[in-house]
């Protein structure tokens, strides 16, 4: 039945189908071998069934969000804000790009709403001031991973929907990961600048910083509202996405006053868009999800895991780790999680492991995916950006993907750096 499903799966993958359409395939053809007849109402409503979930509300109002801030100045007011505290130093504008994307990533909670918006504004400044423009281009894309680490995350909220587990806890337990991220991305940057000598900037006074810091006051404090409401119990992770909306846009236009309401009709149209593929993917998955489950193919990848690590819980997290680096290679973070999490959730709760710290370890492992040829969805997006081509990108983005696996491993065989701020806040 393992077979079964990963054959068909990637079967239809390689002739092209949408991943959404060549999961409901593989479901027919599960149902085909379980029971010898396809039911179709029964596929249906599992389809259903999959987007049927208040909190799977949240994405597309974080997702409209994200697309209103873009056109309503607040990207580029935490860019500024972020220049004026570290764009001084030795390579500062790489800093600038990793401080405004952990900024940014506690609003929009998307990788490519995170890169595009950053990258936009940088890209062409480090060109300008004599950057490797390869090395920049890894560095932010590898800084826009951070977006779905940092909560508010669109993947968190899609794995606590599909494994039963709290939204809360997986935002609240992105936090340091991602902080590490961020640390160690400036790292790797700090030895690149050195090496390639590049230019200081006049440091910002300290009114160069509290004006930038005014300007951007608005943006800045739209994370604390997010996640204080969240923390506090004010409101649900759906209910912060309606008020992200309402927040950016009033900011956006009242605030900023640059946001202009002839655009909302486009702002929409790619909102609904980016809603519509990751709603079908999340009720193509949970149908996948139901017959991987009746087939129990979950035991059967735990009989495996058991067999090959001879019950050794830090083997088994090793094995899936390299199993999710794999998968990210060729799949993008959306459906691998959705693909996976059904099957690898049963078998971490199977060895004892905290669902929260199992779903973040996922979340970070598939987001190094992004930035990882052939499919590096994130890298794409720079290359659009910065007009470079991948094969430009493969050797420079490497050190930024070498420190996020050193990251991971962190997380990995230290659980209390995930799950020491769930259990200290959301008791």
Not at 9 to 18: K, S
Not at 62 to 76: H, K, V
Request: charged share 10%; with cysteine.
């Amino acid at each position: 039945m393992l077979a079964a499903f990963l054959l068909g799966l990637f079967g239809f993958i390689l002739l092209n189908i949408p991943i959404a359409f060549a999961l409901i395939l593989t479901t027919v053809v599960l149902m085909l071998l379980l029971t010898g007849d396809v039911s179709t109402p029964i596929i249906a409503q599992s389809v259903i069934r999959g987007v049927d979930s208040f909190p799977l509300m949240a994405i597309p109002f974080f997702i409209l969000a994200g697309e209103i801030m873009n056109e309503g100045g607040i990207s580029r007011r935490i860019v500024e804000f972020a220049r004026a505290l570290v764009g001084h130093v030795t390579g500062g504008l790489g800093y600038v790009g990793v401080v405004a994307s952990m900024l940014f990533a506690g609003v929009s909670g998307s990788a490519v709403a995170d890169t595009s918006a950053i990258g936009s504004i940088l890209l062409p400044m480090m060109d300008k001031e004599g950057y490797k423009k390869a090395s920049s281009a890894s560095l932010i894309a590898a800084a826009g991973t951070i977006g779905p680490v940092i909560p508010p995350s669109i993947p968190m909220i899609l794995f606590g929907v599909i494994g039963g587990v709290s939204v809360v806890k997986m935002f609240l337990g992105g936090i340091v990961p991602g902080i590490l991220i961020g640390i160690g991305l400036m790292v790797v940057w700090y030895f690149h600048s050195k090496k390639q000598g590049y230019k200081s900037n006049n440091k910002s006074t300290l009114g160069d910083v509290g004006r930038a810091g005014k300007s951007a006051f608005w943006a800045l404090i739209l994370p604390i509202i997010i996640l204080g409401g969240i923390i506090t119990g004010i409101y649900t992770p759906t209910e912060a996405g309606v008020i992200a909306v309402v927040y950016s846009l009033f900011v956006g236009k009242f605030a900023y006053k640059e946001l202009k309401l002839t655009r909302m009709p486009r702002i929409l149209t790619a909102s609904a868009k980016s809603t519509a593929i990751v709603l079908l993917l999340c009720g193509a998955a949970m149908s996948a999800a139901y017959l991987i489950t009746t087939a129990q193919i979950p035991s059967l990848l735990t009989g495996t895991l058991i067999a090959l690590s001879n019950d050794n819980v830090y083997l088994v997290m090793f094995f899936i780790n390299i199993l999710l680096l794999l998968v990210g290679m060729v799949m993008d973070l959306t459906p691998a999680l959705l693909i996976l999490g059904p099957m690898l959730l049963p078998i971490a709760t199977g060895f004892g492991l905290d669902p929260v710290y199992f779903g973040v370890v996922m979340v970070v492992n598939l987001c190094i995916g992004l930035i990882t040829p052939p499919v590096g969805t994130v890298l794409y997006v720079v290359c659009g950006i910065s007009k470079l081509s991948m094969g430009d990108l493969v050797r420079p983005v490497l050190p930024f993907v070498a420190v996020m696996i050193v990251v991971l491993g962190l997380i990995t065989y230290i659980p209390e750096l995930i799950t020491f701020i769930p259990n200290l806040v959301a008791r």
